[in-house]
């Protein structure tokens, strides 16, 4: 059985720092890109950051490039959110998403729900001073 398991959000200051991590099960990490997503309150899920299934390529939403920067490390069936100078709007629902790829694929999907499949149930993460 998939499973995405998201851990890392709490509470943070502006300005601070969080990572998050998830972490998958049932299923091969590398054969699958896999997207970070959040939720505002009365807002829409949206794409933060995407990967593809090497690491490789990634994209980010504008509104966090040169503050987020997503990893992955395959061998630990493991994605990364390092999340910096975190601001007041970051806070979200983040959810960890994912969609198989064909064999040796390096393309980076669109950083859009509609692209992926498989989605963890979220972890909270609140900036606020």
């Known amino acids: 059985q998939s499973r995405l398991v998201e851990s890392g959000g709490g509470l943070v200051q502006p300005g601070g720092s969080l990572r998050l991590s998830c972490v998958v099960s049932g299923f091969t990490l590398a054969e699958y890109a896999i997207g970070w997503f959040r939720r505002a309150p009365g807002k829409e899920r949206e794409g933060v950051s995407c990967i593809n299934t090497s690491g490789s390529n990634t994209n980010y939403a504008d509104s966090v490039k040169g503050r987020f920067a997503i990893s992955r490390d395959n061998a630990k069936n493991t994605v990364y959110l390092q999340m910096n100078s975190l601001k007041p709007e970051d806070t979200a629902v983040y959810y960890c998403?994912?969609?198989?790829?064909?064999?040796?694929?390096?393309?980076?999907?669109?950083?859009?729900?509609?692209?992926?499949?498989?989605w963890g149930q979220g972890t909270q993460v609140t900036v606020s001073s």
């Open positions: 998403a994912a969609v198989l790829m064909p064999t040796d694929s390096e393309y980076l999907p669109k950083c859009t729900m509609s692209e992926y499949e498989h």
